[in-house]
């Protein structure tokens, strides 16, 4: 069983709560950080909520909707020790893992529908990072200061 923080905007509501559906049913512990209506609320909170609960230990990966899933990954990659990757198919979704050893995806209600974005769920769940060439990669990017 992995441990999954959700977030999502007013724009990304509606597909967190069919992606966090589909995990519980998988059998995974989910953790919804909100948003919890179609009101209008501010994604850089969602997006760092699920950055620190994953960077923190207190969940394992993440996934955060708002309608492009741009603004969002933004927002949860300034939290150290998060890598969020937008993604928009499966293979962005397999990739974002196994080359980036992406915690949290992040996707777009707008743009991406409920199917494709399940199957982009389910691969990244399913993929492992690679290692490998992509180890010292990572290891870059976690060291990257962030700006003054």
């Keep these: 069983m992995t441990r999954f923080a ?21 059998g995974h512990d989910v953790r919804d ?25 207190e969940s394992d990966l993440g996934v955060c ?5 741009i603004g969002i990954a933004i927002a949860a990659n300034k939290i150290p020790g998060a890598r969020a990757a937008t993604v928009h ?12 050893d992406a915690n949290i995806i992040c996707i777009g209600e ?3 529908g409920p199917q494709v974005a399940l199957d982009t769920l389910d691969a990244f769940v ?9 180890t010292a990669r990572v290891a870059k990017l976690d060291a990257l200061l962030p700006r003054p």
């Design 110 to 112: 707008r743009l991406t």
């Design 6 to 26: 959700l977030g999502s905007d007013h724009a990304g509501f509606e597909l967190k709560n069919v992606l966090a559906e589909h995990l519980r049913h998988l």
């Design 89 to 100: 198919d499966v293979t962005s979704g397999r990739l974002a893992r196994e080359h980036n």
């Design 65 to 69: 909707v708002c309608g492009s899933g």
């Design 33 to 57: 950080l909100g948003a919890h209506s179609e009101d209008r609320v501010d994604y850089p909170d969602f997006g760092a909520a699920v950055g620190r609960s994953v960077a923190d230990g």
């Design 126 to 134: 399913a993929a492992e990072f690679q290692g490998g060439r992509h």
